[in-house]
T-cell receptor, first 114, second 117 residues
Framework: NAGVTQTPKFRILKIGQSMTLQCAQDMNHNYMYWYRQDPGMGLKLIYYSVGAGITDKGEVPNGYNVSRSTTEDFPLRLELAAPSQTSVYFC?????????????FGAGSRLTVL | AQTVTQSQPEMSVQEAETVTLSCTYDTSESDYYLFWYKQPPSRQMILVIRQEAYKQQNATENRFSVNFQKAAKSFSLKISDSQLGDAAMYFCAYRSDVGGGADGLTFGKGTHLIIQP
């Protein structure tokens, strides 16, 4: 099993550009999450989804959009990139929302906005 | 909202010694899980250990064990016989089990663990 796959691993954007971070999981997990990790900080939740067609905002959603058209995919869209969005982004998934089901993380995507 | 606090930005320990990383959390809920994650320079998030709040017994995984004090809302990680491969950032995290726990993990800011050879 591939687990959680994120692409791209690295990307440099210019201010004002847009891009989509891709996330795919092959474990038939219902719950999916996007986190960002700033230097010296823990991970903060951007958006999450409890199933296809259902998404909700996390702690830091401004400047981002998500969609969940299939169980497998949960892309994160950055519109009008800003330097404040320079960060490492992690996608994660779990079968349910219970802590009994551990989150599986992707390898991360490092984004730099110049 | 829940908060997780790690008060030690950095810790250093000699190889083969024991080190304890501290974590406190704030919640009004009774059903939850606590986790320690390791993040090496590769950035991969690796689960180290998990504790269910309803269990009084402290979780143990080989050289890793926790001291879970529910009333004090404290969840420390003890690493015995430290090895060079233990060097990493360690994150304490909380996950609610109330209402299905949809919104994932709440993380602390992390502790950078250095292993001195």
């Amino acid at each position: 099993n591939a687990g959680v796959t994120q692409t791209p691993k690295f990307r440099i954007l210019k201010i004002g550009q847009s891009m989509t971070l891709q996330c795919a999981q092959d474990m038939n997990h219902n719950y999916m999450y996007w986190y960002r990790q700033d230097p010296g900080m823990g991970l903060k939740l951007i958006y999450y989804s409890v199933g296809a067609g259902i998404t909700d905002k996390g702690e830091v959603p401004n400047g981002y959009n998500v969609s969940r058209s299939t169980t497998e995919d949960f892309p994160l869209r950055l519109e009008l990139a800003a330097p404040s969005q320079t960060s490492v982004y992690f996608c994660a998934s779990s079968y349910t929302g219970s802590g009994a089901n551990v989150l599986t993380f992707g390898a991360g995507s490092r984004l730099t906005v110049l | 909202a829940q908060t997780v606090t790690q008060s030690q930005p950095e810790m250093s320990v000699q190889e083969a010694e024991t080190v304890t990383l501290s974590c406190t959390y704030d919640t009004s809920e009774s059903d939850y899980y606590l986790f320690w994650y390791k993040q090496p320079p590769s950035r991969q998030m690796i689960l180290v250990i998990r504790q269910e709040a309803y269990k009084q017994q402290n979780a143990t995984e080989n050289r890793f064990s926790v001291n879970f004090q529910k009333a004090a809302k404290s969840f420390s990680l003890k690493i015995s016989d430290s090895q060079l491969g233990d060097a990493a950032m360690y994150f304490c995290a909380y996950r609610s089990d109330v209402g299905g726990g949809a919104d994932g993990l709440t993380f602390g800011k992390g502790t950078h663990l250095i292993i001195q050879p």
